[in-house]
C-alpha cells in the first residue's frame, strides 16, 4: 500500500492509507488523459505540442484585470474553482461569471486545453486565473520522477502556447501528492476547503446547498466545469456570494498574503482579520 496525502471531503487534507483516491473523477475525456498501465511503466513520450515552432507562439497575454480594491484580508472572498476542462459547458460558466463579475480559478487539464484554445483565451481576457491539472489526470505518487516533470511540464507548454504565460499555481488530480512529489512540483498546490462533490451526484440543488453550508471567509471551493449540473448551480450560488457579502475571487487574490512557492500547498485563503473586518463594516455603514 502506498501512503497518499489525499484531499477528503470538508476541510484540509488529511494522509490516508489507501491505494486509489475517490474524491474526484477522472475527466471526461477519459481516453485522451488516461494513463495506461504501459504509460506508466514506461518513459513518457514528448508530444509534438511539446516543441514550442518559433514565430508561431501567442505574444504574452497583458495582464488580466484584477480587482485592486478587493483586499480579502479585510473583506469576505470566496475563490470559485474548476477543474478538468475545459469543456462543452465552460463557455456557458464564462458567460455567468462574466454577467455577475465574478473572477474564478481554472485548473485545465492539457488535452482539454489544447483543444480549446478560444476558450483559454477568453478566461485570459476575463481577469480568470488558470492552474495546471496534468495532462494524463495521474494518480502522481504513482509515477516517477520524469513522469510527474512531464506531466506538468507538457500541460504548461500548451497553456503558454495559447495564452502566452506560464501557470503560476497547480492543483494535483484527486489531490493526491506525497513529500517526494511535492518536492518535484513546478508551483505551489492549490487544494480546496469546500469539496461539493459536483462529479458524484451531479446535481446542482446538492452543490449549492454544500456550499451554501461550509461557506465561511477564504473558502475555495472545488468544481468540475465539464458537468452541466455544476455549471448550473453557479448562478444561483454568485447571487448567495452577493448576499451574504462574499466576494468571487482568483486563488491568487485569496491567497494575497501567502508565498506561492513550489511545493507549498494551500487549502484556503486568507479571512479578515477581526480588526479590518470591523473597520470595513464600519466604513460600509459610514458610506450608507
Ligand atoms: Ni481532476
Redesign the pocket.
Known amino acids: 500500500m502506498m501512503l497518499l496525502i489525499v484531499a477528503v471531503t470538508g476541510c484540509g487534507v488529511t494522509a490516508v492509507d489507501r491505494e486509489r483516491p475517490t474524491t474526484?473523477?477522472?475527466?471526461q475525456s477519459s481516453a485522451e488523459v488516461r494513463p495506461s498501465t504501459a504509460r506508466l511503466n514506461s518513459p513518457p513520450p514528448r508530444p509534438a505540442h511539446a516543441d514550442p515552432t518559433p514565430g508561431v507562439l501567442a505574444p504574452p497575454s497583458p495582464e488580466p484585470e484584477v480587482e485592486p480594491e478587493v483586499d480579502c484580508s479585510a473583506v469576505k472572498c470566496v475563490a470559485l474553482t474548476f477543474?478538468?476542462g475545459p469543456g462543452e459547458h465552460t463557455e456557458k460558466l464564462l458567460d455567468i461569471l462574466e454577467r455577475h463579475q465574478a473572477k474564478a480559478t481554472f485548473?485545465v487539464?492539457g488535452p482539454n486545453a489544447e483543444s480549446n484554445p478560444g476558450t483559454m483565451k477568453r478566461m485570459v481576457r476575463a481577469g480568470h486565473e488558470l492552474g495546471n491539472?496534468t495532462w494524463h489526470?495521474p494518480v502522481l505518487p504513482q509515477l516517477t520522477d520524469a513522469q510527474v516533470r512531464y506531466e506538468f511540464d507538457s500541460t504548461d507548454e500548451v497553456i503558454r502556447k495559447i495564452t502566452g504565460n506560464r501557470t503560476k499555481m497547480n492543483?494535483p488530480?484527486?489531490g493526491a501528492s506525497n513529500p517526494r512529489v511535492n518536492r518535484l512540483m513546478p508551483s505551489a498546490s492549490i487544494m480546496w476547503s469546500i469539496d461539493t462533490l459536483d462529479w458524484r451526484h451531479r446535481d446542482a440543488a446538492t452543490s449549492i446547498a454544500v456550499v451554501k453550508e461550509q461557506l465561511s471567509p477564504g473558502a475555495i471551493v472545488l468544481f468540475?466545469d465539464i458537468h452541466a449540473p455544476s455549471v448550473a448551480a453557479i448562478e444561483p450560488l454568485l447571487k448567495h456570494f452577493a448576499a451574504k457579502g462574499y466576494h468571487p475571487v482568483t486563488v491568487s487574490q485569496i491567497l494575497a498574503s501567502s508565498k506561492l512557492k513550489p511545493g507549498a500547498t494551500f487549502e484556503r485563503g486568507d479571512a479578515p482579520a477581526p480588526r479590518k473586518a470591523k473597520q470595513a463594516k464600519k466604513r460600509a455603514r459610514a458610506k450608507g
Request: no cysteine; glycine share 0%.
Open positions: 474526484e473523477p477522472t475527466p477543474d478538468d485548473f487539464v491539472h489526470h492543483r488530480p484527486y468540475h
